[in-house]
């Protein structure tokens, strides 16, 4: 069941136009996967909105990868009404690198961009208002990236707004 | 709801609203986060021209659990309980969802007996949700009958649940591979006679706010979100589908047992308030609908696929998306090969359809934000997770 290549035509349309920029294409669990390059992301998203009618981001979320160079994949799940097809694209980034925001695409990434700036700390370039939306604005650390210890908190906020030691 | 001047903001945190310049007639408002039409802890600050929305901003996350960071730290199956725990409304779906898609990830499947029965409890679950939401939705607006109407009924359906599995709301009904328990002795009977008599129950309720003038009155042409706007925004379920776009994922992409059965997928041309009540009115039909054909013809044999004790999916990931009562409910879980998720994302409807709110709130009166609210049918548990 390990992923398989994928090349269909939706793969080759878009390394037609886009080359080096497609890094990856990939089918696992017969769901479609295409690694790309972060730098294009908002111009790839682009275009599988205007031409290849993915007219909606059904999720956007990001998975942490400590031990890599790049430790995030930004994973942004694209869904096309008239195809009645899942699209996955995927995207390496590292930890000082910012992610285009692709909010002008799909006005939903505003709050799943949000979420996962507050929980991973990516960085999402030209989002209209990047800020926490889970947590706390003050709150100190992501709590989804790996490293980030499932006991941990942010004592220091613990102990001046709720007034207790501990939240345990 | 307290009255807050301009200056007079001393709430944490910078926001949009907050910081933009006020017109000379403009005040904010803080409303919630304990607010009983906010179903929960919502918190929303409204910028106000008089008796009009200027614009809005939706605080939230007084509920964050770190849900899905505790999932990195279960097991599969340890970690099924907590999934309803989310929309806790509607734990069958939530758990529905789950257990699909882990088997997707195993590369497994539910028996067909155990995909029949999951159908009628998650089609029990809509309904029982649906219920909820009608009730609480017509007491904001100020009808104060319809709840008692809609709890007697559910009461109905958590019997139901409570007699199969033990438990009425956080229910843990279904297994990864299929189910726990066989149904109950009289089973069958139970859920064809709540199906029965449900059909004149929905006529029932549609006496007490269909033609009524005050529920006409409050509800149509408030909080309209077209159709482009609504896919823009992400938005799903019976919202999506009172803004004209037939999109269901039970049809779209069927799972458990949804191909065999014949059902429409209700739509309205104009996406308010109304238009969003009349569709959840016909799905309940639809779903009791689904019952009432699933039940008729419950295939025999297992209830559980071998999936064995230990689960190890094999490296990779999958995303899977059921059709909750609230919109798309979606888990992305990618596996490193060992007992535990590395990763698991849930796509929680509510919290996405909660972003339209600002759209569909704007322009209108203070008094419709209410409505407005109530009309999403949000979740605080799943949107904050």
């Known amino acids: 069941m390990a992923p398989v290549p994928l090349d269909n035509e939706l793969v080759q349309r878009l390394k037609a136009r886009f080359g080096e920029a497609i890094r990856e294409a990939t089918l696992d669990r017969k769901q479609a996967i295409v690694l790309v390059a972060v730098g294009k992301l908002r111009e790839i998203s682009g275009y599988c909105r205007d031409e290849e009618k993915f007219d909606m981001l059904t999720d956007l979320t990001a998975v942490d990868w400590p031990k890599r160079e790049k430790r995030f994949d930004v994973i942004l799940n694209l869904y096309s009404f008239p195809k009645n097809e899942r699209l996955r694209l995927k995207a390496h980034a590292a930890e000082s690198e910012a992610v285009p925001s692709v909010c002008a695409v799909w006005p939903v990434a505003n709050w799943l961009e949000r979420e996962c700036f507050d929980m991973f700390g990516i960085v999402f370039e030209g989002h209209p208002d990047l800020k926490r939306i889970l947590l706390p604005d003050e709150w100190q650390g992501h709590p989804l990236r790996k490293d980030y210890d499932i006991l941990k908190q942010d004592t220091a906020w613990v102990r001046e707004n709720l007034g207790i030691e501990s939240g345990q | 709801m307290a009255d807050t001047r301009n200056n007079g903001g001393t709430w944490s945190g910078a926001s949009n609203v907050e910081t933009t310049v006020l017109g000379a007639d403009e005040i904010i408002l803080n409303m919630g986060p304990q607010h009983p039409s906010t179903h929960g802890v919502l918190r929303v600050k409204l910028k106000l021209d008089g008796e009009r929305v200027v614009d809005s901003e939706c605080i939230i996350g007084y509920l964050h659990r770190g849900v899905e960071k505790i999932a990195e730290h279960r097991s599969y199956q340890q970690f099924a309980p907590y999934v309803d725990r989310m929309d806790y409304v509607a734990a069958v779906s939530n758990g529905l969802g789950y257990c699909e898609a882990v088997e997707k990830l195993l590369g497994a499947e539910a028996p067909p007996r155990a995909r029949v029965v999951r159908t009628i409890l998650t089609e029990l679950q809509r309904i029982a949700s649906h219920l909820l939401w009608l009730g609480t939705h017509a007491l904001d607006i100020g009808a104060l009958t319809p709840v008692f109407y809609c709890f007697r009924e559910r009461e109905e359906i958590l019997k139901i649940f409570e007699k199969y599995c033990g438990a009425r709301l956080t229910t843990h009904a279904f297994r990864i591979g299929g189910l726990q328990y066989e149904t109950y002795d009289g089973f069958e009977a139970d859920v064809k006679r709540f199906c029965e008599d449900f059909a004149t129950k929905i006529d029932e309720y549609e006496t007490?706010?269909?033609?009524?003038?005050?529920?006409?009155?409050?509800?149509?042409?408030?909080?309209?979100?077209?159709?482009?706007?609504a896919i823009a925004l992400g938005v799903t379920g019976p919202v999506l589908r009172a803004s004209g776009v037939k999109w269901d994922i039970r049809k779209a992409m069927p799972y458990a047992a949804y191909d065999q059965y014949e059902f429409e997928i209700p739509t309205r041309p104009t996406g308010d308030t109304y238009d969003r009540y009349v569709?959840?009115?016909?799905?309940?039909?639809?779903?009791?609908?689904?019952?009432?054909?699933?039940?008729?013809?419950?295939?025999?044999?297992?209830?559980?696929?071998?999936?064995?004790?230990?689960?190890?999916?094999?490296?990779?990931?999958?995303?899977?998306?059921?059709?909750?009562?609230?919109?798309?409910?979606?888990y992305y879980i990618v596996s490193d090969g060992t007992t535990q998720p590395y990763r698991l994302r849930v796509r929680p409807p509510s919290f996405i359809n909660l972003q339209a709110f600002d759209r569909m709130a704007r322009g209108s009166l203070v008094a419709d934000v209410v409505a407005i609210i109530g009309t999403i049918d949000i979740v605080l548990g799943e949107v904050d997770r």
């Open chain 2, 208 to 229: 007490l706010l269909t033609e009524n003038r005050i529920w006409v009155g409050r509800t149509k042409g408030v909080g309209k979100l077209s159709a482009e706007d």
């Open chain 2, 279 to 330: 569709v959840r009115m016909e799905e309940m039909r639809q779903s009791r609908r689904i019952c009432l054909q699933a039940v008729e013809n419950i295939p025999s044999g297992p209830i559980m696929a071998k999936v064995g004790k230990v689960l190890k999916p094999p490296p990779g990931e999958v995303y899977h998306a059921i059709e909750a009562p609230k919109g798309e409910l979606g």
